[in-house]
């Protein structure tokens, strides 16, 4: 009888677990925060906003509907911190640090889930490179810590330093974004030490952890493997396309990099590039930036960063595959070719896919903002715009967490809409990979007669 009830009982898929599992989080996160004991005095947090800015942090994008400095206490910002660390590691990886710290025993199932999570190709050693995730994730922070800790003591007292050091060492790993200053990063913005910082944060964060296990392992171009290759050049090349782009649109904007001088104009430029790679910072605001400024801030974050980090957009990778697709179709070949390898046909389907499913979930976001929050957004000399809709349904879905200004202004149905496509942007790519990856194809039993159409 008992065998008959465990054979009966419902089982999920890897997917589903994952996607539970951080609905999970966000709901006790969502209790946490909307404690009065995680408020300052006077303060009071709504249940929708405990449930938008829980999803925000376990998401790690960074939008926020209040200020989380002059809002939370120490307890709830230790909550939200918290929750960053738990979004940016990642279910299966939280999971894995709690059976190693009880001396569970990791059973099959859950290697399997650990497998999706990772987007490993096999479940060998998945443990080990679970226990390599973490171990570098926390030294990575801690030397982030320490160096903002450090340089923070110029600006505020030593215990505050710190607290602020390891806060915002944490926020930018994760490519989180959220800040204790009310101001972003704003007020440093002539202080390159702590922008590069930060920036050197958030690339490592977005760079995946497979990528940072294979150049610790490696340590030489030649012997990377090609995911490595490609993350590093795409990496490099919009780093660099994206600084140089916004030194040239913004260089004389009198809101922006206009004031600064050329070297922190230079800085605040590079970080802003980095910042857009799903990351929430800001240097300089976004509001007031150039609508062909704003333009590559959307490309960027629908960019992202790459597979296995802790950002999100459709991924480095992905848009090399269409890029490599594209240049193997223009010089008439079948097969995809990059650094002497041959990429197999599936991965352009699905990288296709993602990026497609991402295309329609950001414009019918930007859509359905433009309903809702036509009478609630800004001033009415000022209404909200396209540029304002899809930058923030962009940032949402790429978890990136910059804004400009449409997101304290939400009504209740855009923070949820917001919340929702926070969440989506943090499972579905991943869900929506592993299902691709997952699929056998089989042959039909009926072949059907094949027909061309016409393209382009």
Request: charged share 15%.
């Amino acid at each position: 009888m008992a065998t008959e009830q465990r054979r009966r009982a419902p089982s999920f898929t890897p997917p589903q677990v994952l996607a539970l599992g951080f609905a999970l989080l966000i709901l006790v996160g969502t209790i946490l925060l909307a404690l009065p004991v995680a408020h300052e005095p006077g303060q009071r947090l709504s249940v929708v906003d405990a449930l938008f800015m829980a999803t925000s942090a376990v998401c790690v994008t960074g939008l926020a509907v209040v200020d989380v400095a002059t809002t939370f206490n120490t307890f709830g910002e230790v909550v939200m911190m918290l929750l960053i660390q738990a979004g940016g590691f990642g279910i299966m990886s939280l999971s894995t640090m709690m059976f190693l710290l009880t001396g569970r025993r990791i059973g099959l199932q859950d290697r399997l889930l650990m497998q999706e999570a990772l987007g490993s190709f096999s479940i060998s050693g998945v443990v080990k490179q679970t226990r390599t995730i973490i171990a570098t994730t926390l030294v990575i922070e801690a030397v982030g810590a320490a160096l903002l800790s450090l340089r923070f003591l110029a600006y505020y007292p030593p215990g505050q330093a710190l607290y602020f050091g390891v806060f915002h060492a944490i926020s930018a790993f994760n490519n989180a974004g959220f800040d204790l200053t009310s101001h972003s990063l704003r007020i440093f913005n002539r202080d390159p030490f702590i922008l590069l910082v930060v920036a050197g944060l958030i690339v490592l964060g977005g760079l995946g952890f497979t990528v940072l296990q294979d150049i610790g392992r490696q340590r030489r171009w030649e012997r990377f493997a090609l995911q490595t290759r490609i993350v590093l050049i795409v990496t490099g090349g919009l780093l660099a396309a994206g600084t140089l782009l916004i030194l040239a649109l913004e260089y004389g904007n009198p809101a922006t990099l206009g004031p600064l001088p050329v070297p922190d104009k230079f800085f605040n430029a590079f970080f802003t590039s980095a910042t857009f790679r799903t990351a929430g910072f800001e240097s300089i605001s976004m509001g007031k930036m150039a609508h062909a400024a704003l333009l590559v801030a959307i490309v960027l974050m629908y960019i992202g960063a790459s597979p296995g980090g802790t950002g999100g957009g459709i991924k480095t990778t992905t848009f090399a595959v269409i890029i490599l697709a594209v240049r193997a179709t223009v010089r008439g070949t079948e097969e995809i070719q990059v650094m002497g390898r041959r990429l197999p046909r599936e991965l352009l389907d699905r990288a296709i896919a993602i990026a497609a499913m991402a295309m329609a979930i950001i414009v019918v976001v930007g859509g359905l903002l433009l309903v809702t929050e036509s009478h609630v957004v800004s001033d009415p000399g000022n209404p909200v715009t396209i540029a304002d809709v899809l930058f923030e349904g962009t940032s949402a879905f790429s978890t990136v967490g910059l804004t400009t200004g449409v997101t304290p202004h939400l009504s209740i149905p855009g923070r949820l809409l917001i919340a929702l496509t926070m969440y989506i942007g943090r499972i579905g790519p991943l869900t929506a990979a592993v299902a691709l990856a997952q699929r056998r194809r089989e042959r039909a039993h009926i072949e059907y007669p094949e027909e061309r159409v016409m393209i382009g």
